[in-house]
């Protein structure tokens, strides 16, 4: 019976220690990271630090915060407010969202000081917040937007409001001066007043999960995609949606503009244009892989990533300009500066990596440990 | 191959069980018990292999052949082990015939809780990796996400309820109980004291309990939902097959039964 008992055991602890790989906080939230920049410094949202690159030379500045905590896990995207605060929230066991003082840091550990940290959200943060007026208006997991005051002073913020939305909230808000559009997993895309939160009209029913930024396009109309394998035009004052195009797969990244198309991919591995004037489709590519992220506009070209670790960079015809393979796999939407495209892979030989305008590799970075 | 045979086929089964259902309170969760129902009629043959072959080591405790051999090898392990196996072969009885249905379980539950988690999807790698785990003929599209809400559970999470300001595990502590019936309700009788499979039997009764309640206490409370549903049809099963010892569940019961088995 003896080694019955031994073969138990083995596969007693075996299973355990399968279930526990797969279970883990941060398991349970490992997803590509967040990325944000100012034009001066990239952040990157990754693991269990925030960190801050010079955008000149790759060197890390500071990393948020001095000493990794199995609780606290970033993914979700940073957001640079018009005064320098970095605010981010963690997907960890800890759903805490900081605000960290860039211009403040501690010199003992290198590490920014926490300006404020709101911790009332029940949930992961996956999306970043949306800074307008002073407000921060945070969508958590929890199907609550947190609004909060930006600018009070308090080091422990409570929510001005907490405007519950049912499902989760896994898109950055967007906004056209006048509204804030949030969308959710549960299918809806909501128009909120940044001033009595009031909604504007009644959700619309996407019909898929959409967990990508509403994009306010250069007709004033809210463009969106979702699982449905649609990308939809809502009319802001009335709250009517049109269907603008069918694409192959889903789509999950929000669509961009360059003020004259709408840019969005698919997870089929397409890139569309659609002219925002007339909604024709204007053209679409197919890359090497399935397009996650929301492309890039960088002056007259569009930049976007594949899943299958390429940077691309097209002209508003569709022609390819050049196209960069940096391996792993890259679902973070790229951010572009002036004369940069800086780019967070997962599963690559690096964390980050900025290319120049012509798709040659600037400088990598790693973290260190 | 363990995602395309084990974590894939499980996560759509779940998936096509939940859009059956998709507009009843607490989908997800009669999921997952119907899940389990249709994973216990599966192997419905193997538990009861699985029965027969504890009861066959059973009965063989008090055959006087065997209890024989044991005393005249017990100084020759090399020796009682031939012997074992030569009476295993004239009985036709498989040594490993109650042990392996048993390991079975354990790439069952593992992948049921794969598929749990994929089916949740919490962070935006695993949608991404639910989108492609679904098979073409499977529309989820507008599932998506699943309401992972049963009952006073979130199946994604582990489970407890706050009582007096004190978090009490209540999925645990039934699958600590219902695993521990269970496993009572299978020890067979025995009258010889030095019966090595009742001893095991017994050990196994209190270690179960704890492992499955430690797994309820640590992991998602839809894994907890699967233990329950489980132990519940195996105690079923046990009872339609008439092969319940429902007096080891009585204080002093597996005394009385080893009475009545002298």
Redesign the interface.
């Known amino acids: 019976?003896k080694p019955?008992?031994v073969?138990?055991a083995l596969?007693?602890a075996?299973?355990?220690l399968?279930?526990?790989g797969?279970?883990g906080r941060a398991a349970?939230?490992?997803?590509?990271p967040g990325l944000a920049s100012d034009g001066e410094i990239a952040y990157l949202a990754s693991g269990q630090f925030v960190y801050a690159i010079d955008l000149e030379n790759g060197r890390e500045i500071w990393r948020y915060p001095s000493k990794g905590s199995n609780s606290i896990h970033f993914?979700a995207q940073p957001v640079v407010a018009p005064d320098g605060t970095i605010v981010v929230g963690s997907?960890g066991s800890d759903h805490r969202l900081v605000a960290i003082d860039p211009s403040n840091i501690d010199a003992s550990t290198n590490s920014p000081v926490e300006k404020w940290i709101f911790t009332e959200a029940r949930s992961?943060w996956?999306a970043g917040a949306l800074i307008l007026n002073n407000k921060v208006f945070a969508p958590n997991?929890d199907g609550n937007l947190y609004v909060i005051d930006l600018q009070d002073g308090s080091s422990s913020k409570s929510a001005l409001q907490k405007i519950s939305l049912g499902?989760?909230l896994?898109a950055q808000p967007s906004t056209d001066g006048s509204l804030v559009y949030v969308a959710s997993?549960?299918?809806q895309l909501h128009a909120i007043n940044p001033e009595n939160y009031q909604f504007a009209w009644p959700p619309i029913d996407l019909?898929?999960?959409a967990?990508g930024t509403p994009l306010v396009g250069p007709d004033g109309n809210v463009y969106i995609g979702s699982?449905?394998?649609e990308v939809v035009k809502v009319d802001p004052s009335s709250g009517t949606d049109t269907l603008v195009t069918s694409t192959q797969g889903?789509v999950?990244g929000g669509p961009v503009t360059d003020g004259q198309n709408i840019y969005f991919g698919d997870?089929e591995g397409n890139l569309f244009a659609v002219d925002a004037a007339s909604g024709n489709q204007s053209w679409s590519i197919q890359p090497d892989g399935p397009v996650?992220g929301s492309p890039a506009v960088m002056g007259e070209n569009i930049v976007f990533a594949t899943e299958s670790g390429s940077i691309y960079s097209v002209d508003s015809e569709g022609k390819i300009i050049w196209q960069k393979d940096l391996g792993g796999q890259i679902?973070t939407s790229p951010v572009v500066t002036t004369d940069k495209i800086i780019v967070a892979p997962m599963q690559a030989e690096f964390a980050l990596a900025v290319l120049d305008t012509d798709g040659n590799q600037v400088w990598t970075y790693t973290p260190e440990n | 191959m363990w995602q395309t045979f084990i974590i894939q086929p499980f996560t759509n089964l779940l998936l096509w069980i939940y859009s059956l259902m998709a507009n009843i309170p607490g989908a997800f969760g009669w999921a997952i018990i119907l899940f389990t129902i249709v994973i216990r009629a599966i192997t419905w043959p193997l538990n009861a292999q699985q029965l027969k072959g504890a009861q066959a080591m059973q009965e063989l405790q008090n055959d006087k052949d065997w209890q024989a051999i044991q005393k005249k090898y017990a100084k020759d392990k090399e020796k009682l082990a031939q012997e074992q196996m030569r009476v295993y072969k004239e009985k036709g009885i498989n040594p490993f015939g109650s042990c392996l249905p048993t390991l079975i379980q354990f790439p069952i539950i593992i992948g049921l809780y794969q598929a749990i988690i994929r089916a949740l999807a919490s962070a935006p790698l695993g949608l991404l990796q639910l989108a492609r785990s679904v098979y073409p003929s499977l529309s989820v599209a507008a599932l998506i996400p699943l309401n992972s809400h049963f009952l006073w559970m979130d199946l994604g999470q582990p489970e407890s309820i706050s009582i007096f300001g004190f978090n009490l595990p209540t999925l645990a502590i039934i699958v600590a109980i219902t695993t521990y019936i269970q496993s009572k309700l299978t020890m067979p009788a025995t009258a010889n004291p030095g019966d090595q499979s009742a001893a095991m039997g017994k050990t196994m009764s209190i270690y179960m309990p704890l492992l499955l309640g430690y797994f309820a206490l640590t992991f998602a409370s839809g894994l907890s939902v699967y233990f329950i549903t489980s132990n519940l049809l195996g105690i079923f099963q046990y009872a339609v097959t008439g092969r319940a010892n429902w007096r080891n569940l009585l204080p002093g019961g597996d005394q009385q039964a080893k009475a009545k088995a002298k």
Do not use: E, Q, R
């Open positions: 019976m019955k008992f073969l138990f596969v007693s075996l299973a355990a399968v279930l526990s797969c279970t349970l939230t490992n997803s590509w993914i997907s992961s996956v997991s499902g989760a896994w997993l549960d299918h019909g898929g999960a967990p699982f449905t394998s889903w999950w997870l996650v679902y």
